[in-house]
Protein backbone atom coordinates (compact mmCIF):
# COMPACT_ATOMS: atom_id res chain seq x y z
CA UNK A 1 0.00 0.00 0.00
CA UNK A 2 1.58 3.49 -0.77
CA UNK A 3 2.45 5.80 1.88
CA UNK A 4 1.07 9.12 1.67
CA UNK A 5 3.12 12.24 2.89
CA UNK A 6 6.58 11.15 1.40
CA UNK A 7 6.32 11.28 -2.48
CA UNK A 8 9.89 10.59 -3.25
CA UNK A 9 10.28 6.47 -3.53
CA UNK A 10 14.23 5.77 -3.29
CA UNK A 11 14.74 5.49 -6.92
CA UNK A 12 13.29 8.93 -7.04
CA UNK A 13 15.95 10.40 -4.68
CA UNK A 14 18.87 8.45 -5.56
CA UNK A 15 18.01 9.94 -9.46
CA UNK A 16 17.43 13.47 -7.77
CA UNK A 17 21.11 13.11 -6.38
CA UNK A 18 22.89 11.86 -9.42
CA UNK A 19 21.34 14.46 -10.76
CA UNK A 20 22.72 17.12 -8.76
CA UNK A 21 26.05 15.43 -8.66
CA UNK A 22 26.02 15.52 -12.29
CA UNK A 23 25.61 19.14 -12.48
CA UNK A 24 28.41 19.74 -9.53
CA UNK A 25 30.96 16.98 -12.08
CA UNK A 26 29.68 19.19 -15.07
CA UNK A 27 30.98 22.69 -13.65
CA UNK A 28 34.06 21.30 -12.28
CA UNK A 29 34.80 19.87 -15.66
CA UNK A 30 34.17 23.17 -17.33
CA UNK A 31 35.92 24.91 -14.78
CA UNK A 32 39.21 25.13 -16.53
CA UNK A 33 37.80 25.93 -20.51
CA UNK A 34 36.00 29.01 -18.55
CA UNK A 35 39.11 30.05 -16.93
CA UNK A 36 41.39 29.28 -19.95
CA UNK A 37 38.99 32.05 -21.64
CA UNK A 38 39.59 33.93 -19.95
CA UNK A 39 43.29 34.02 -19.45
CA UNK A 40 43.19 33.92 -23.41
CA UNK A 41 40.94 37.00 -23.53
CA UNK A 42 43.62 38.80 -21.19
CA UNK A 43 46.78 38.01 -22.54
CA UNK A 44 45.31 37.40 -26.50
CA UNK A 45 48.35 39.02 -27.91
CA UNK A 46 50.90 36.63 -26.23
CA UNK A 47 48.98 33.47 -26.72
CA UNK A 48 48.60 33.98 -30.54
CA UNK A 49 51.98 34.57 -30.14
CA UNK A 50 53.05 31.73 -28.50
CA UNK A 51 50.32 29.44 -31.33
CA UNK A 52 52.58 31.49 -33.83
CA UNK A 53 55.77 30.16 -32.57
CA UNK A 54 54.29 26.50 -33.04
CA UNK A 55 54.66 27.54 -36.47
CA UNK A 56 50.93 27.57 -37.20
CA UNK A 57 49.23 29.94 -40.01
CA UNK A 58 46.47 32.61 -38.57
CA UNK A 59 47.38 32.15 -34.84
CA UNK A 60 44.90 35.07 -34.23
CA UNK A 61 41.89 33.43 -35.88
CA UNK A 62 43.44 29.82 -34.31
CA UNK A 63 43.55 31.47 -30.79
CA UNK A 64 39.49 32.75 -31.57
CA UNK A 65 38.59 29.54 -32.98
CA UNK A 66 39.49 27.69 -29.76
CA UNK A 67 38.05 30.52 -27.17
CA UNK A 68 35.22 29.71 -29.48
CA UNK A 69 35.14 25.73 -29.10
CA UNK A 70 35.52 26.11 -25.32
CA UNK A 71 33.29 28.92 -24.58
CA UNK A 72 30.38 27.27 -26.31
CA UNK A 73 31.41 23.52 -25.24
CA UNK A 74 31.57 24.37 -21.48
CA UNK A 75 28.07 26.39 -21.74
CA UNK A 76 26.35 23.28 -23.81
CA UNK A 77 28.45 20.74 -21.22
CA UNK A 78 27.41 23.09 -17.95
CA UNK A 79 23.90 23.75 -19.01
CA UNK A 80 23.11 20.20 -19.69
CA UNK A 81 21.66 21.15 -23.33
CA UNK A 82 23.08 19.17 -25.82
CA UNK A 83 26.15 18.64 -23.67
CA UNK A 84 26.82 15.49 -25.65
CA UNK A 85 28.08 18.00 -28.81
CA UNK A 86 29.54 20.25 -25.92
CA UNK A 87 31.66 17.65 -24.67
CA UNK A 88 32.92 17.03 -28.44
CA UNK A 89 33.86 20.26 -28.91
CA UNK A 90 35.83 20.81 -26.21
CA UNK A 91 37.61 17.63 -27.39
CA UNK A 92 37.92 19.18 -30.58
CA UNK A 93 39.89 21.51 -28.96
CA UNK A 94 41.45 19.76 -26.35
CA UNK A 95 42.84 16.85 -28.29
CA UNK A 96 45.41 19.22 -30.70
CA UNK A 97 45.56 21.59 -27.99
CA UNK A 98 47.55 18.47 -25.91
CA UNK A 99 49.33 17.17 -29.09
CA UNK A 100 50.86 20.55 -30.01
CA UNK A 101 51.42 22.21 -26.69
CA UNK A 102 52.20 19.34 -24.23
CA UNK A 103 54.21 16.55 -26.17
CA UNK A 104 57.41 17.41 -23.84
CA UNK A 105 57.09 14.48 -21.31
CA UNK A 106 60.52 14.77 -20.91
CA UNK A 107 59.75 17.97 -18.71
CA UNK A 108 57.74 17.73 -15.47
CA UNK A 109 55.34 20.67 -15.55
CA UNK A 110 54.68 19.32 -19.58
CA UNK A 111 53.90 16.12 -18.00
CA UNK A 112 51.70 17.40 -15.50
CA UNK A 113 49.90 19.34 -18.20
CA UNK A 114 49.69 16.02 -20.62
CA UNK A 115 47.71 14.13 -17.91
CA UNK A 116 45.66 16.77 -16.74
CA UNK A 117 43.95 16.67 -20.42
CA UNK A 118 43.84 13.39 -20.46
CA UNK A 119 42.04 13.26 -17.41
CA UNK A 120 39.67 15.68 -18.53
CA UNK A 121 39.50 14.00 -21.97
CA UNK A 122 37.91 11.09 -19.66
CA UNK A 123 35.99 13.28 -17.95
CA UNK A 124 34.23 14.55 -21.23
CA UNK A 125 34.01 10.98 -22.41
CA UNK A 126 32.00 10.07 -19.63
CA UNK A 127 29.46 12.93 -20.33
CA UNK A 128 29.44 11.93 -24.49
CA UNK A 129 28.26 8.35 -23.20
CA UNK A 130 26.06 9.76 -20.20
CA UNK A 131 22.53 8.33 -21.62
CA UNK A 132 20.72 11.58 -19.55
CA UNK A 133 22.79 14.29 -22.01
Known sequence: MPQSG????????????????NR???VLLCLVFVHAVLG???GFDAVAGRIAE???????LLLLLAMALMAVGSVLVIS????RLGAALLLLFLIPTTLLFHGEVGEVSERIQ??????????LLLVIDDSRS
Open 80 to 83: GWRA
Open 24 to 26: IAR
Open 40 to 42: KMM
Open 54 to 60: RGLPLSP
Open 6 to 21: NPITPMAAHTASTTLL
Open 114 to 123: LFKNLAIMGG
